[in-house]
Structure formats: C-alpha cells, structure tokens
C-alpha cells in the first residue's frame, strides 16, 4: 500500500538553506528532504546563489529566495513573497546561526552582539512574520535549530553562542505555549556533532590547523562513535513539520547519537585548558 508524501500539500519557508560548495549542510538537507515528502519549499539564504544550488538540487518545487534574516525588512518581504507565490505558510524552519568561541573576557565583548543578532534576533524576526498567516489558517509548525551547547557545557568556552542557544530554546517553548490556541506547535531540534561543511571549524586552531585530528576527536566524543549526518537532522525537521507529530509542541529534541547522556569537558576534547581556546582563536 502506497503511502502519501507526508508533506503533501504544505508550503515550508526553510532559513539557511544554502551550502558551502557541493557538500551538504543541515538546511539544503532539510530543504532537500521536505520537497521529497511533498511539500512546495522557499530556499531562503543570505547569498541567493547558494539558494539557488539548493533549488536546482530540488527542482521546480523549490522557490529560492535572498535574504539576510536578521534584517526586518528582508524578512518581510521573504514571508510577503512566499504569500504572494505560494499563497501560505505551514513549516517555518530557523537553520540560520553562527558560532564562536571564548569566555565573558574575550568572545562577550567581540561577538555578543552580533550572535544575539543572527542566533536570536532572527528567529524573532521570522515568526512574527509568519505568525498572522498560521493563525489565520488555524495550523502551522514552526522549528528552531538549537545546539547541544545551550543544554550543557559541551566541553570548550562559548559564552555567546551557548547563551544564544538556551535563550532560544526557552522562546520556543514559551512561542509553544502562547499559540497553541491558535494550532500551531514550535519545536527545537538541538543537533550534537554533525558532520557539515563548518562543522566546529572554530577549533582547527587548537590542534594546529589539523581537520583529520579534530575529526578523530569528534568520532571518539559520541557514544554513537560516529558524527551524525545533515540527512538525520532533516529526518527529524520531517517528523515535526508533519502531523504525525501534531500533538508535539515545546519539545527540545536532541538528535546527537546520545551525546547528551554523558558530560563533556576539555578533557575529552584533548585540551589542557579550555583557556587554551581562547588563546588559539
């Protein structure tokens, strides 16, 4: 028995959606699977030749867009031109972030701002957007990529991204809680280590420039014993843009090959002093 597409009929407005080259990230992942389960999608990135990678990779059910997410007036146009094309929004998925590393002393003063801008600020920007048109319709799922650093201490200092990323996950769930009135669910996936184009590149300096030891380091840190790919980022963005999961909401959902289960310190990263980071960034 043949089942349907399990986005059939959905319209998803998916944020970061290009890539680095030809390889894969988690937002041309998502973008990728969501068109294969049906849905119509709106590659949104910041540079529209890498949306529009992400488009021909998809086909015609795949509309790219540019826009700079952290501006106001760029995200309005991205909703009002996903309305005016598409005629509605079901899925909003926020894969737009930055990272970086250092304590209050150092990363605070140099990139607070600016993480609170693209890390937070955005995903602000972006549901307040879609929020009339979901209420309107009675339905929409709206999900916010995380990190496992706004759960716990994952093991180097980043004050900034870390703050960004827990601060996030509770406006989730309180967006969760104010709207579900109204049908629509907000959901965070928090990804562990996953094998992307930028994957923790912030570290290279601490083991001398070398990718393949950080690599190492990284299939050694899961218990999985493996970095997770962007195709299992997606798998689970389907299972909350879907209406299997019509009763989930404010969930903060790690997807991190059981990373979260145990405690990460400078230890385990092979570093003498997390201060050493600082040091090397």
């Known amino acids: 028995m043949n089942t349907p597409p399990r986005l059939s009929g959905k319209v998803a407005i998916v944020t970061g959606a290009g890539s680095t080259g030809a390889e894969l990230s988690n937002g041309r992942a998502v973008a990728i699977r969501f068109a294969q389960e049906g849905a119509r999608v709106v590659a949104v990135d910041r540079s529209l030749e890498a949306a529009e990678a992400t488009a021909a990779a998809i086909g015609d059910s795949c509309l790219p867009l540019q826009a700079d997410v952290s501006r106001p007036e760029q995200v309005a146009a991205m909703v009002d031109t996903c309305l005016t094309e598409l005629g509605r929004v079901d899925v909003l998925h926020n894969n737009v972030g930055i990272g970086s590393l250092g304590g209050p002393e150092t990363e605070a003063r140099k990139a607070w701002d600016l993480?609170?801008?693209?890390?937070?600020?955005?995903?602000?920007?972006t549901t307040r957007a879609v929020l009339p048109t979901m209420i309107a319709q009675g339905s929409g799922s709206i999900i916010n990529i995380s990190s496992l650093a706004g759960l716990a201490?994952?093991?180097?200092?980043?004050?900034?991204?870390?703050?960004?990323?827990?601060?996030?996950?509770?406006?989730?769930?309180?967006?969760?809680?104010?709207?579900a009135r109204y049908g629509i669910r907000c959901n965070v996936i928090a990804p562990g280590l996953i094998d992307t184009p930028t994957a923790h590149l912030g570290l290279l300096p601490v083991y001398g420039g070398?990718?393949?030891?950080?690599?190492?380091?990284?299939?050694?840190?899961?218990?999985?014993?493996?970095?997770?790919?962007?195709?299992?980022?997606?798998?689970?963005?389907?299972?909350?843009?879907?209406?299997?999961?019509?009763y989930v909401s404010g969930v903060?959902?790690?997807?991190?090959?059981?990373?979260?289960?145990?405690?990460?310190?400078?230890?385990?990263?092979?570093i003498d002093d997390a201060r050493d980071v600082e040091a090397a960034t």
């Open 252 to 270: 903060v959902l790690p997807v991190d090959g059981g990373l979260a289960t145990q405690m990460v310190s400078p230890e385990c990263w092979a």
């Open 153 to 179: 201490y994952w093991g180097v200092p980043s004050v900034a991204y870390a703050s960004t990323k827990a601060a996030l996950n509770q406006m989730s769930r309180l967006i969760a809680h104010d709207h």
């Open 115 to 125: 993480l609170l801008r693209v890390n937070l600020k955005s995903v602000l920007l």
């Open 210 to 246: 070398d990718p393949a030891e950080l690599r190492r380091r990284q299939e050694s840190l899961a218990p999985a014993r493996r970095m997770g790919r962007p195709e299992e980022i997606a798998a689970a963005a389907v299972f909350l843009a879907s209406d299997e999961s019509r």
